[in-house]
């Protein structure tokens, strides 16, 4: 049995081999022979009991390579002593590092950096507080707040096994946009706790991103620090996930010609992101939206203990229909999936009306199978990145923080947040546009400029810009 040049997983096998007992070449030919492709042999260590021997191996899954480890444990006198994939070594030791800007070499570089000639730049802030944002990192940090209750797809793991995603945020915003944030991972669900934490920690940094926090704790922790702090606040997993839905849907509707104030769009999925998009759509001028939930379609005339689907039914589905899903979605143009895996029917697509456009952006495994839905629509977009047409808030909020913070926001509003979604659909030109293409890349490098000159201006246009106009054309 050979392995194709489809695999795609690396593992790292490491072997403690005792001396004189199965020889190397044995290990790799089993290997081999269950279909593994060695990338490469490392000697760890040696004495005279043994070799500890990392073997890097190209797998096709996870059952393949525990079919590997099986075979590798009956050979006389080797030991697995642990199996790593890429990307479990990817996080060894943490994705991040801080970084001194300035080296310490000498006495007087000492006694600038620190005591005693740090005590004058103290003594600066403490007569000025904006010099802070000349004089120490707060003129480019961002806090990534969590409290592990909404994790991806896993839910409240705490925070502890949250650190990994803030983590990799944490990069997303250094790589994209030279923002530097820090993750914060709170040991705490209290939602009052929560505000006077976040407070306590706001004088460090330049902006607050809150990030998986479950609905609908998330709401009033984001309204409140909003309130109470003079820094941008901004909840990714509602805001950006609206902001990159809107650019999408921008370009979706040039390619079948309606008009947004014409559409009629069901949302299915109302938490945090779900209120979230609904708004925004209903900001960029859609006036007929209904939500969807278990319970079916939201309306007025129904009695909700959640008090944001109480204010959410009194703005959307104007027309009061009622039903499930399948009964509302009847001649609707815009399908918004933010829910769960395989909801929406293949019928149900083929009952909206002419060109329909279809959002399934559940992670992994979106609302409707691609290849289902592709024969009956128009445009077909997902949060998955193995497909056409991703929907991904790396499209947003390196872009928007760059932004806010270069003109100094005291927060994010949401002539910010349309402006930030107009400009990344504006990279798609009319040349460039069709069925499949609808939404840059993210690794497109005209995004984060964009994004940033945009939110910009409409903080300008809006007056929430704290800083010269001049000066912020200079980050």
Known sequence: MSVSS????????RIQKEKGRTPLSDIAAIIEKTGGDIVGIDVISSDHTGTIHDIAVNVFDQAHSQLISESLQKLDGVKIIHVSDRTFLAHLGGKIEIASKISVKNRDDLSRVYTPGVAGIC?????QPSKAYSLTIKRNTIAVVTDGTAVLGLGDIGPLAAMPVM???AMLFKQFADVDAFPICLDMKDPDEMVRTIKALAPAFGGINLEDISAPRCFEIEERLKRELDIPVFHDDQHGTAVALL???????????????EIKVVVNGIGAAGIACSKMLLSAGVKNLIGVDRNGALHRNAHYDNPYWTEFAQITNPNVETGNLSEVIKNAD???GVSAPNILKVDD????AKDPIVFAMANPIPEIDPELAKPYVKVLATGRSDGHNQINNVLCFPGIFRGALDCRASEINEAMKLAAAQAIASVVTDDELSETYIIPSVFNQEVVKKVRDAVIEAAYRTGVAQKSMRDASYG
């Open 247 to 261: 650019a999408g849907l921008l370009n979706a509707l040039k390619i079948t010609g309606k008009q947004m104030s």
């Open 123 to 127: 003594t600066a802030i403490a007569e």
């Open 349 to 352: 697509v083929r009952s909206m």
């Open 167 to 169: 983590e990799g945020k």
């Open 6 to 13: 489809g695999a795609s997983t690396y593992m790292l096998f």
């Open 334 to 336: 815009v399908f918004i």
